[in-house]
């Protein structure tokens, strides 16, 4: 699961010079059976598992479907659980060094040796039913990537069950579900952190019951040499508090930047491929505009109090 901006993305896209995938299986168009309250939903990958995903994403202007599944771990997505409290945590990213430097295809890991980068697998077609418009993608040619972005928005009705298949290719065919969900409607997007207070977040609760979540991330720390980011996951039912010691514990770690932060509106669900995992998400994702008291953001002289120059570099007013 971000702000995701998206460059000369146009509708399904076909791998022509992609291999045919060597155990295809026949890929279900119909809709999808089983009961949207209580078909398994079993959540994300563990980071340390999980080699990649899908996912189906609205929000205010438009709708995407996605994805990619890799061989192996990337180590830099691996993040250190730092602090936590109630429904929240802090991660950190690590920098993994290697000496010698790793060869091209290759990179560091964390116990400094070099390993074959994970690279995206082919898994043949893949197509997603219980959209409004029912999806189907095949790989691009470089890089194995999935996409497509020709949806109704949003792509999905509320409580409505999803499908989404693989046809087979580098894993055996695979199954993952999500449920559709209601567009997500906070009481407000003006986020402000300040040092020893609690965040309150409310927002719309679904009209009806849903197997939705809330998940929220945020990031005070853009420039720094081992951002980290504040995660949380709230049952879905209209207001949670981010405490004070963890807001406190994210501003300890450094606050350099644009501060950023998104709340989804979301169901996940995964699959295990041996070693690894794939999951699958449907959300309806919205971008909170956050300020930090005391902290002022930059991108030139001009933004900064009188009295105060920018650092470039750290895009923080000093």
Same mark, same amino acid.
């Given at each position: 699961?971000?702000?995701?901006l998206?460059?000369g993305?146009? *509708? @399904?896209?076909?791998?022509e ?8 299986v026949?890929?279900d ?12 939903l ?9 080699w990649?995903?899908f ?5 205010e202007?438009y ?17 250190? =659980? ?14 993994? #060094?290697?000496?010698p ?5 290759d ?8 390993? =074959? ?5 082919? +898994? $043949? ?12 993608? /095949?790989?691009l040619?470089?890089g194995?990537?999935?996409? #497509?972005?020709? +949806? ?12 989404? !298949?693989?046809? $087979?290719?580098a894993y055996?065919?695979?199954?993952m ?12 997007l003006?986020w402000?952190?300040?040092? *020893? ?5 409310t927002?719309?609760?679904?009209? !009806?019951?849903?197997?939705? =979540?809330l ?7 853009q ?7 504040l995660? @949380?996951?709230?049952? /879905?039912? *209209? ?8 807001m406190?514990?994210l ?5 350099t930047? #644009? ?8 169901t996940?669900?995964k699959?295990m ?10 959300? #309806? ?8 008291t ?5 991108a030139?002289p001009?933004? @900064?109090? =009188?009295? !105060? ?5 750290? !895009?923080? @007013?000093?």
């Amino acid at each position: 699961m971000r702000l995701v901006l998206l460059l000369g993305l146009v *509708g @399904c896209f076909t791998a022509e010079d992609s291999a045919p995938p060597a155990d295809s299986v026949p890929i279900d168009t119909s809709e999808p059976d089983g009961d949207p309250d209580t078909i398994a939903l079993n959540g994300p990958c563990d980071l340390d598992r999980r080699w990649g995903g899908f996912e189906v994403e609205a929000n205010e202007s438009y709708s995407v479907a996605d994805g990619t599944i890799a061989n192996g771990v990337v180590p830099v997505a691996v993040l250190t =659980e730092v602090a936590a409290e109630g429904d929240c945590r802090l991660l950190k990213r690590g920098n993994p #060094y290697c000496n010698p430097t790793c060869d091209p295809g290759d990179t560091c890991d964390f116990d400094g040796e070099c390993i =074959e980068y994970p690279l995206n697998q082919n +898994l $043949g077609t893949v197509t997603i039913a219980g959209l409004t418009t029912p999806v189907s993608m /095949d790989p691009l040619s470089t890089g194995n990537k999935y996409s #497509y972005t020709d +949806l109704d928005n949003p792509a999905f009705e509320p409580g409505k069950l999803i499908r989404l !298949q693989t046809e $087979g290719g580098a894993y055996e065919a695979l199954t993952m579900h999500g449920v559709g969900v209601v567009p997500l409607v906070p009481t407000t997007l003006d986020w402000v952190i300040t040092e *020893g207070t609690a965040l309150a977040l409310t927002w719309d609760a679904p009209p !009806q019951a849903v197997r939705s =979540e809330l998940f929220v991330s945020v990031n005070v720390d853009q420039h720094g040499i081992t951002p980290v980011t504040l995660e @949380c996951t709230f049952v /879905d039912d *209209g207001s949670a508090e981010i405490a004070s010691s963890v807001m406190d514990a994210l501003l300890d770690f450094g606050v350099t930047g #644009y501060p950023s932060a998104r709340i989804q509106r979301r169901t996940v669900d995964k699959v295990m491929l041996g070693e690894g995992c794939a999951d699958f998400t449907v959300d #309806y994702e919205l971008v909170a505009h956050v300020s930090v008291t005391g902290h002022t953001p930059c991108a030139g002289p001009g933004d @900064c109090p =009188e009295g !105060q120059t920018c650092n470039l570099a750290l !895009q923080t @007013c000093e």
